[in-house]
């Protein structure tokens, strides 16, 4: 009986240093949460003001409320306000495409390659043109390279090395064949 009540004390006083490594783990991890939204958020601000080309809505960030996660812009008046439900889809595109590239930014040190999947979806030409110019213009600051996939032929003005065009003639079902294009840099 001894014996197993030493056991049972040893494993008490291990269930408790596990409490406290539990404790201090998941306070860490919530510093750690917290530390990551700001840096996020601080290139949000810059990100939002190179790529959105209006002035109602001055800045976007990633408010967190009790472990939910809601992307926000902050309006002329200073108010924030929710993207989704709100936003048009043109501001909603804008939005997303600041917070990849915040996230891109903040979490790879070095990054190399930044790869944007149809990123002029639902802007409207002033939008597409502020977007081109900001990633002929600030990304290479940021990123070393940066592929567009897109059918946006507007976009192609944003290519400050080589452009490639994508062919492939469907009704034979060709092999897809890449064409360099001579970019207006």
């Not at 490639?164 to 003639?169: G, P, S």
């Amino acid at each position: 009986l001894r014996v197993l009540e030493k056991k049972i004390g040893t494993l008490e006083a291990n269930v408790e240093k596990l409490n406290y490594f539990n404790n201090a783990l998941q306070a860490a991890q919530s510093e750690l949460r917290t530390n990551l939204i700001e840096t996020i958020n601080q290139a949000m601000e810059s990100i939002w003001q190179q790529i959105y080309p209006y002035r109602d809505f001055v800045s976007a960030k990633m408010h967190v409320d009790e472990g939910s996660y809601e992307l926000q812009v902050k309006t002329r008046a200073g108010n924030w306000v929710r993207v989704e439900g709100i936003l048009s889809g043109g501001e909603r595109s804008a939005a997303a495409i600041c917070i990849r590239i915040a996230f891109s930014l903040v979490l790879t040190q070095n990054l190399s390659w930044l790869i944007l999947d149809e990123p002029t979806h639902n802007l409207d030409s002033n939008a597409v043109r502020t977007l081109s110019e900001m990633m002929q213009s600030k990304l290479p600051e940021m990123v070393g390279q940066v592929f567009v996939i897109t059918h946006d032929n507007d976009l192609k003005k944003a290519a400050s090395a080589n452009l490639y065009v994508l062919e492939r003639d469907k009704d034979s079902d060709s092999v897809t064949k890449p064409v360099l294009v001579p970019t207006q840099a």
